[in-house]
């Protein structure tokens, strides 16, 4: 189940970035942070002994749940959002580029009218 | 109960903080929200400002309007008491906010936005009959997101009966009418517009608020750490990496909630809304930091009450869903207690707003297209249907409880288990076919629709941590890639050349 949630979570990253034109380096990076954040963060609190009240704590925290919180929980906000804003394409967004898109979307319409009806 | 969908109602009555403060807190937040309400309704002049906010809005409105609409009234009451009652595990619900916004922006964002730019769709089943070039497909959405914002809208008219109930000390039916009349009046006048402006409002106080409120539990606790000795020493369970669910419930938590957050009709249309696509670069930072600034209350309170309760510093609650309220009145000052009320109350309705503006544009636009007679004027009957629905939703809170929580409980899971794989995958994959999308969503509807009665009526339940939200995405993403290799040749004929052109762009 830890892996399987961090495949699907990976690959629907993946899928996604490599359809926004994020070169295959990068989307493995992202995909693959995202693969060991979840398999390592839900897998190593499962390997890890019990903690007792004289445990160290981590940032108020005991061990397996401080990896699971600022792991799973935080360290993705410090990482994949920064990352999306790197690898984000704005070629194609601004005013002059979304007009030729629509100019160009009316074009096409107007050829797939003349084929079959919607169903 | 389905305790993936149960956990998002709230049925049960919240402890009276009826105070002369909180009540005039809440009369002028509520005034602030009206004005607000009234303002943007005077803006909404065509059915585009009534379902999409018109011209486009700014990035910082459209991210504090998906937090609105992501964080319901959940996130204060019922969130904190779960994690009360269950410990770490009711984590798992939010521990992917960290990753399903990146997610959501790489998966949906720019095709969405680009595909309201070539096609002037308005609603999320218009991208579905979009993409796969069919009324049938947008039709059989529509239905899902009807049936499902229907229980949900209802569900929140019950939650926000209950908290009007405690804060004015008024019959949980006088809270439901209020309430319901309060939000279909700008509902109705301003749709999303009204809604997102609220939204900016109610989403900024939630933040703030939240933030405050977490600082208080680490004073009042004396630091996390001694928070988590203090539950170390008493209840080592608690802090347990599934807390006392099984690893199974909490891990279906996190991928439902996760996964799910794909298919939310109320949240992903906002990236319609952005006036300038190019700011979706900084959405995901944003969105991501005021989900989990916001989220902080939700942990605190859950850890804070627990050691307070089990420190003796706090009496022992009588429900676990009395967490908050308990925290509030007994450990903030006055005035932050009143402004988390009053957000609490605004919070249930920026949800119903959001809701009600998905359900009147089924109603209104996606199944008069898809039975091909769609309608003149959709803003006068976009309207009527908000009242329409409204008025529905407040006899089913008002007069059967069994049926509203029955209806309720269909809502996450038809929402990811119809528009996960048709939309977010289906934009990002040309070889997806129609019959694909068709099937997938027939599945996801029918799944849950008859496994959640079963469950509910108690004719055949799950294993424990097996949920039929989840099962259906599984059952729905399966049937998605397996009919869609079957009808492979059909592929590129189900899509449009302009829509192509999109999900290249």
């Known amino acids: 189940m830890i892996a399987g949630s961090a495949l699907v979570m990976a690959a629907t990253m993946a899928l996604g970035a490599l359809r926004s034109g994020v070169r295959t380096g990068p989307v493995a990076l992202m995909a693959g942070f995202v693969l060991i954040v979840i398999a390592a963060g839900f897998g190593a609190p499962v390997l890890l002994p019990a903690e007792t009240v004289n445990s160290p704590l981590i940032l108020g925290l005991p061990l397996r749940v401080a990896i699971e919180v600022f792991g799973v929980g935080v360290l993705p906000a410090l990482v994949l959002p920064l990352s999306f804003a790197v690898a984000f394409r704005a070629d194609g967004l601004d005013d002059g580029s979304l007009a030729e898109l629509r100019r160009r979307a009316t074009e096409l319409r107007a050829r797939v009218e003349a084929g079959p009806d919607h169903r | ?505």
């Open chain 2, 1 to 505: 109960m389905n305790l993936a969908a149960g956990l998002l109602l709230q049925t049960h009555p919240i402890p009276a903080p009826s105070t002369p403060q909180i009540v005039v807190v809440a009369v002028v937040y509520f005034t602030v929200c009206g004005g607000i309400a009234t303002w943007a309704a005077r803006r909404t002049r065509t059915s585009d400002d009534f379902f999409v906010a018109g011209p486009g809005i700014g990035l910082w409105t459209m991210t504090l309007a998906a937090m609105a609409a992501t964080l319901s009234g959940f996130i204060f009451i019922g969130g904190p008491g779960l994690l009360y009652s269950v410990g770490i595990g009711a984590l798992f619900i939010s521990l992917s906010a960290s990753i399903t916004t990146p997610l959501s922006a790489w998966a949906l964002a720019r095709r969405m936005r680009l595909l309201r730019e070539v096609r002037q769709v308005v609603t999320v089943p218009d991208a579905v009959g979009a993409r796969y070039r069919s009324r049938a497909a947008q039709g059989v959405c529509a239905v899902a997101i009807l049936i499902a914002t229907l229980g949900y809208v209802a569900t929140n008219l019950l939650a926000l009966g209950l908290v009007l109930e405690a804060i004015f000390s008024v019959t949980l039916g006088a809270g439901v009418l209020i309430g319901a009349a309060i939000v279909l009046g700008y509902s109705a006048t301003g749709g999303i517009m009204a809604g997102v402006y609220t939204d900016v409002f109610q989403g900024t106080i939630k933040a703030v608020a939240s933030v405050l409120v977490f600082v208080v539990v680490l004073r009042s606790g004396g630091g996390l750490g001694n928070i988590s000795r203090t539950i170390l020493a008493q209840d080592p369970g608690f802090l347990a990496p599934w807390g006392k669910l099984t690893p199974l419930a909490a891990l279906s938590f996190f991928l439902l909630f996760g996964l799910g957050t794909l298919g939310q009709p109320h949240v992903i249309s906002k990236y319609y809304m952005l006036k300038d696509p190019g700011q979706l670069r900084w959405y995901p930072l944003l969105m991501t930091g005021v989900l989990l600034l916001t989220l902080l209350l939700f942990f605190g309170i859950g850890l804070g009450v627990k050691a307070g309760v089990l420190s003796g510093a706090m009496a022992p609650l009588r429900h676990p869903d009395d967490a908050t309220p308990a925290f509030l009145l007994q450990r903030t000052p006055p005035w932050l207690a009143a402004i988390v009320f009053s957000g609490i109350a605004a919070a249930v309705m920026g949800t119903v707003n959001a809701f009600l503006s998905v359900a009147a544009a089924a109603v209104t636009h996606d199944l008069p297209v898809a039975l091909g007679r769609p309608v003149a004027n959709e803003l006068l009957v976009g309207r009527l249907s908000t009242v329409a629905i409204g008025v529905l939703a407040t006899a089913l809170a008002l007069k059967s409880g069994v049926l509203v929580a029955l209806l309720g409980i269909f809502g996450w899971g038809l929402f990811a288990s119809t528009l996960v794989p048709s939309l977010a995958l289906g934009l990002n994959w040309p070889g997806a076919t129609r019959a694909g999308a068709i099937a997938s969503m027939s599945v996801g509807l029918a799944v849950t629709l008859v496994f959640e009665t079963l469950n509910w009526m108690k004719v055949y339940s799950f294993p424990a941590g097996v949920t039929a939200s989840g099962l259906a995405l599984v059952l729905s993403l399966l049937t998605f890639f397996f009919v869609s290799w079957l009808t492979r040749d059909s592929a590129a004929a189900d899509l449009d050349a302009d829509v192509r052109m999109v999900m290249e762009a």
